[in-house]
T-cell receptor, first 115, second 111 residues
């Protein structure tokens, strides 16, 4: 299947700093990418839909000023967690669909730990 | 929006037995139903999917059935093996591009 990469795989940062996570579709173009957050032993919670060349669409309850999303090209979306706090510690996963209505493929995830 | 419910939340089976996980969805416009397997600390992996124009699909030991009228779909794993142990998520998708996920089922296959 299609490949989605994500970087970094894990990051530890101090409270108050910002962290950028990159999501790339390696062998297909994705006009839309998705960012999820997953807490231990829970399901994937959709945070936002990243749209190439336009603003991201955020789910209810997700602060757009805290979780900045940029989708500058057809193969790259970035999520920046600004002024991170310990409660932002989580597993963040991006995904993209290979074609309209096609299968969804996930990145390997980024484990963020905020001290 | 779409609401996907998944049962059971945990499932333990003896190696070699079958495992069945069931999901229901609310939006009759949903037409794509994938199943993902997620091992601890790893990404969800697509294991099988089905579209609304098909009632059943099989891939070796894994099968998925879909009942559009009742709005439910199920994952069937036969001859389970210890490496099948993982969390399984169902999902549904309709006109929107994103997937709506169930809450997950933790499957444990006991050797």
């Amino acid at each position: 299947g299609a490949v989605v990469s994500q970087h970094p795989s894990w990051v530890i940062c101090k409270s108050g700093t910002s962290v950028k996570i990159e999501c790339r579709s390696l062998d297909f173009q994705a006009t839309t990418m998705f960012w999820y957050r997953q807490f231990p032993k829970q399901s994937l919670m959709l945070m936002a839909t990243s749209n190439e060349g336009s603003k991201a669409t955020y789910e209810q309850g997700v602060e757009k000023d805290k979780f900045l999303i940029n989708h500058a090209s057809l193969t790259l979306s970035t999520l920046t967690v600004t002024s991170a706090h310990p409660e932002d510690s989580s597993f963040y996963i991006c995904s993209a669909r290979d074609g309209a209505g096609g299968p969804m493929f996930f990145g390997p995830g980024t484990r963020l730990t905020v001290l | 929006g779409e609401n996907v419910e998944q049962h059971p939340s945990t499932l333990s089976v003896q190696e070699g037995d079958s495992a069945v996980i069931k999901c229901t969805y609310s939006d009759s416009a949903s037409n794509y139903f994938p199943w993902y397997k997620q091992e601890l600390g790893k990404r969800p992996q697509l294991i099988i999917d089905i579209r609304s124009n098909v009632g059943e699909k099989k891939d070796q030991r894994i099968a998925v059935t879909l009942n559009k009228t009742a709005k439910h779909f199920s994952l069937h794993i036969t001859e389970t093996q210890p490496e099948d142990s993982a969390v399984y998520f169902c999902a549904a998708s309709g006109g929107a591009n994103n997937l709506f996920f169930g809450t997950g089922t933790r499957l444990t296959v006991i050797p």
